[in-house]
């Protein structure tokens, strides 16, 4: 047997790669080498998945088998067999399998994350996802998720709340920052949005005011809210409070520096650029 094989296994497992051709050829050698002791048992849950992600569904049932031989109450070998009843389009089995699991335990992450994955529907994905942050609400890539599926549904004050429950988490994400900019925007409060813009600016700006080879979306959607705040058509209901509202003689400037700014990072197509900005 290769230590090198057995190594790089251990790096893909830990680095969480698939990896899954390479994973066939190499697991498959190291077994029929032998001599593994336990490390026999995380390789075979390696290869299962492999084989799953290249439709070999005979390797991965033997390896299954071996494994709920050897742990035949395992929740980790029952998720094994979730996988294998999807590979093969059981999804219902494979539904009930997974809240079996839960029904069990709650807490099993993986089994939650694959319901999600199996809803037939938007609505059954929306309400899966509000279960499984109930129990773990720091799971940032969830909470982006949920604001992704209530936008598609045009629920955008919904998405507007689970993304703010994704900025409770990462407050320095300026990428998060601007989509909750946008989400205000698309749901016709330009004050809230213009006030995110105008955050996710301050964040991608370097320390020095350098704005060359630095992102423009957010300057773009400071933009275009001041431009909508500016003509007398909009409507201007909002959530901010009276205070705190942008008067037309400062959003002037802010659309004039946002043009400014959206020219300075240079780059191809200027002219383009200057024409839309001149629309």
Known sequence: MSQD?????????TLGARQSENVVRLAQRVLQAGGLGDEEWPVREQLTIAALDLGQVKLANLQLRTLQAKFPKSPRADLL???????????????????????????????HQRLIALSPSTQDAIGNLLTYLDTFYSDAAAWSLLAELYASLGAYAQSLTALGHLLVLHTWDSQAVTRYAET??????????LKYFLRATEMETPADGN???????SWWGVKQTAK?????ATRTDTAIPDDSVVPPAKLQKL???????ILAVGG????ARRAVLAG
Request: hydrophobic share 40%; glycine share 6%; with cysteine.
């Open 5 to 13: 094989d057995l190594q790089q296994l251990r790096r893909w497992r």
């Open 81 to 111: 067999l979730g996988l294998k009843l999807e590979a093969v389009e059981e999804f219902e089995r494979a539904r009930q399998l997974y809240q079996g699991l839960l029904t069990n335990n709650e807490c099993n992450v993986a089994a």
């Open 184 to 193: 205000a925007y698309t749901m016709g409060d330009y004050q809230l949005a």
């Open 211 to 217: 704005a060359e080879g630095f992102r423009t979306r």
């Open 228 to 232: 909508r705040l500016l003509d007398p």
């Open 255 to 261: 659309e004039a520096l946002a043009t400014e700014r």
């Open 268 to 271: 191809a197509n200027m002219d």
